[in-house]
């Protein structure tokens, strides 16, 4: 079995309303998954004909709004990284947080199972230079995990290569940055995501333009950075093998609520696609928290139990 891990930044479950994207912009492929509605409050805790809604706590059981350093390292290690500090974290992890990172990232703990995993974003030229005194200054969770997993991460040559997807999905950011890299549909990027996948146990592709959007509050780019992750989302499903899986989640809400500027309280999407997907819903019902993600994948994947370390 292989699982894709899509990663979107800053997207919870929102109310059926205006100032919800989700709700009033075209997303055409979720919709389909979802019997026609839209990734909303109203349609999670349901399943569907190929697919699966849950609703995930990102609170992490503390007051205030939950963020990025502390949600994300919930997400990818399983341990409540607030709880952990004691208050909600935004931007990149601390030396604390970069700790638990390195003893209980993912891809630390799928190497120990004998698993393989492997982080599929492309880095840009600079990043490479960065690597080479340690990776000592600030980073996200993600390439944290990825760093401490003794992972390889990928180039721009693996991109031009068809091995690797940027974090915008199509190269938009890139040419705009200067750099001679084609523009690719996102229906092109969801097949090449679906071409790394099937050689590794979990794939990890992190998206967050959603987070940048919803800080913007600018409608016609909110609207537009989903109608491509729905593209992309598409391609990367429609190919999936039988018995693969693939689980879109995120770390706080944001974009589904264009009417603040910061996060919202909001619980986030666990949308599970795939035929199997059965026992990977039961596993993340079981908690209902982003801590449950890590867990309930290394579980799925290795059949051992895990959920009981998601603190």
Avoid: W
Avoid at 174 to 201: H, V, W
Avoid at 225 to 251: E, K, M, N, R
Avoid at 254 to 261: P, Q, V
């Amino acid at each position: 079995m292989s699982i894709i891990l899509f990663f979107v930044d800053g997207v919870g479950l929102g109310e059926r309303n205006e100032n919800n994207p989700f709700f009033t912009g075209a997303t055409p492929f979720i919709s389909s998954l979802l019997a026609g509605g839209k990734m909303t409050k109203e349609a999670a805790g349901k399943d569907y004909k190929e697919a699966s809604l849950l609703a995930l706590d990102a609170g992490l059981g503390l007051a205030g709004l939950p963020q990025s350093a502390t949600g994300q390292t919930a997400l990818f290690t399983g341990i409540n990284g607030a709880k952990f500090l004691g208050y909600h974290l935004n931007g990149l992890p601390n030396r604390i947080l970069r700790n638990v990172l390195a003893e209980h990232g993912v891809f630390l703990q799928l190497q120990k199972k004998r698993l393989r995993g492997t982080f599929a974003n492309a880095y840009r030229p600079d990043f490479f230079e960065e690597l080479k005194g340690g990776l000592e200054g600030y980073y996200s969770c993600s390439t944290l995990i990825t760093y401490y997993g003794g992972l390889p991460f990928r180039s721009l040559d693996d991109l031009r290569r068809g091995e690797a997807v940027y974090m915008d999905i199509n190269n938009t950011v890139l040419r705009r940055l200067g750099f001679d890299l084609p523009l690719i549909t996102p229906q092109e990027a969801g097949r090449i995501l679906l071409k790394i996948s099937s050689r590794y146990d979990l794939t990890l592709f992190e998206h967050f333009l959603t987070d940048i959007a919803g800080h913007n509050r600018d409608k016609s780019f909110a609207a537009e950075t989903i109608a491509t992750l729905d593209a992309f989302l598409g391609a990367a499903v429609q190919g999936l093998p039988q018995g693969d899986l693939l689980l879109l989640t995120s770390d706080h809400g944001n974009l589904e609520d264009l009417s603040k500027k910061g996060h919202t309280t909001n619980p986030v999407p666990a949308l599970v696609v795939g035929n199997e997907r059965g026992r990977l819903v039961d596993l993340l019902s079981q908690k209902g928290s982003i801590t449950a993600v890590t867990p309930a994948l290394l579980e799925q994947l290795s059949g051992d139990s895990q959920l009981s370390t998601a603190n």
